[in-house]
């Protein structure tokens, strides 16, 4: 990296050595342990190993800096100060068992505002980036949010929770309606992804509840540099820690919280701060 660097550059390196970690394990199976952190909640050493070297990494250039990562920070919290937003592995179920899709995502959040995010794909090697104010990029080429209007021509994403279930019965009426009312449903297994999909056009829209800081706090920056809009489910900011998100293009992302306002009681569709 050159002498003058960019929280960007920060983060892509920071993000490629990660990536380093995982294709070690994935070529080599046969040394991952697998734990649980809950009933269907999985952590293997690689996600351990991922973060560490991600974090040492970004320590080299900014020593001073605070993190906030999904598996060594116990207090979800977040200051003014430069804070690095960590998620070594999303997708670690699907990494656990050798299925695509799998990312790195790291982001920058300086004065409770994103400044810089990288999502990387370590698959198919896709690099989304994105700084506050200059665009969002996939593999160093423009992207934005697409420009479908009409809810019977979207694509939408979302993920099945496997932490909280308290919501499943209503979350899947709401599936129900957007099944019959949209070109349909897709499920990748990693936040982090669908974000960066959203942000490149290849879904209108995504929601999802359950979700942590480290699951979005890259991909949000990448699909407002894109066009996009991000709110929690009752409109509002509270989507970082909040765990209930909306975001897509204006019309898409305004169909799903008119949906979900109507198929979610208020009292569940709260942001959980």
């Known amino acids: 990296m050159p002498k003058t660097y960019s929280d960007l550059q920060v983060a892509h390196e920071a993000a490629l050595k990660g990536a380093q970690i995982i294709r070690h394990f994935a070529e080599n199976r046969h040394t991952l342990t697998i ?16 973060e560490q070297r991600i974090i040492e990494t970004i320590r080299e250039y900014c020593p001073n800096d605070a993190f906030l990562a999904e598996e ?19 997708g670690t179920t699907n990494f656990a068992h050798a299925f695509p ?49 009409r ?27 957007f099944m019959e009312e949209t ?3 897709r499920r990748p297994g990693s936040a982090a992804y669908d974000l960066a999909c959203v ?3 290849r879904l209108d829209g995504f929601y999802e509840y359950a979700l942590s800081p480290w699951d979005v706090a ?10 996009g809009t991000v709110c ?34 208020e009292e569940k569709r709260r942001a959980q701060l």
């Not at 060594?72 to 592995?89: E, G, K």
């Not at 019977?152 to 709401?174: C, K, V």
């Not at 890259?218 to 066009?227: M, T, Y």
Request: glycine letters at 12%; one cysteine or more.
């Open 199 to 201: 942000a490149a056009g």
């Open 72 to 90: 060594s920070s116990a207090d979800a919290r977040l200051t003014d100060a430069r804070t690095w937003i960590i998620d070594p592995i999303d």
């Open 101 to 149: 899709v799998f990312c790195v995502s790291v982001a920058l959040w300086e004065n409770r505002q994103p400044k810089a995010a990288v999502i990387y794909e370590v698959n198919s090697g896709e690099m989304f980036t994105a700084e506050a104010g200059g665009g969002a990029f996939l593999n160093g080429k423009p992207i934005r949010v697409s420009e479908i209007s």
């Open 183 to 185: 070109h349909g449903i």
């Open 35 to 50: 734990d649980h952190k809950g009933r269907h909640d999985l952590v293997t050493q690689a996600d351990v190993q991922t």
């Open 151 to 177: 809810a019977g021509d979207a694509l939408l994403g979302t993920g099945f929770p496997y932490r909280d279930l308290g919501l499943i019965d209503d979350y899947l009426r709401l599936m129900k309606c």
């Open 218 to 227: 890259a991909g949000v920056l990448l699909i407002q540099e894109a066009g």
């Open 232 to 265: 929690d489910w009752d409109g509002g900011e509270g989507w970082l820690f909040g765990k209930r998100i909306i975001c897509g293009n204006s019309p898409v992302s305004a169909y799903l919280l008119e949906r979900i306002r109507e198929y979610i009681p």
